[in-house]
C-alpha cells in the first residue's frame, strides 16, 4: 500500500523558509516522479514542482527561483525549499506520486506565511 507522509509546514514571516519533506512507502520510490502541489483556501489545487526518476525538475512560473525540489532515493524522501516565501504562498501542500495512472495524495502540511 503507497503511503506519503509530509512534514516540515508552519507559521513564517514573508521572506523566510522552509523545507517541506515527504517520505513515501509501499512504492519503488525511485522508479516514479514526485511532486508537490498546492491548494489555498476557496482555490484549486494546483502543481508547485514536479521531478522526475532521473533527477529534471519543474516548477510552476510562481515559485521559479524560489523552490527547489529534490529527492533522495536512499531515504525515499522527496523535499521542497522553499525560500524568499510570500503571503501568496500560504496553502496546504500535498505530496503527489502517480503509479499505474492513478495518483497517490500525502495528507498534507500547512504553510503559513504571514507577519
Known amino acids: 500500500q503507497v503511503q506519503l507522509v509530509e512534514s516540515g509546514g508552519g507559521l513564517v514571516q514573508p521572506g523566510g523558509s522552509l523545507r517541506l519533506s515527504c517520505v513515501a512507502s509501499?512504492?519503488?520510490?525511485?522508479?516514479?516522479?514526485m511532486a508537490w502541489f498546492r491548494q489555498a483556501v476557496g482555490k484549486q489545487r494546483e502543481l508547485v514542482a514536479r521531478?522526475?526518476?532521473?533527477?529534471?525538475?519543474l516548477y510552476a512560473n510562481s515559485v521559479k527561483g524560489r523552490f527547489t525540489i529534490s529527492r533522495d532515493n536512499a531515504k525515499n524522501t522527496v523535499y521542497l525549499q522553499m525560500n524568499s516565501l510570500k503571503p501568496e504562498d500560504t496553502a496546504v501542500y500535498y505530496c503527489?506520486?502517480?503509479?499505474?495512472?492513478?495518483?497517490?495524495w500525502g495528507q498534507g502540511t500547512q504553510v503559513t506565511v504571514s507577519s
Open positions: 509501499g512504492m519503488i520510490f525511485s522508479a516514479y516522479p
Open positions: 521531478i522526475s526518476s532521473s533527477g529534471s525538475t
Open positions: 503527489n506520486v502517480p503509479i499505474e495512472l492513478r495518483p497517490y
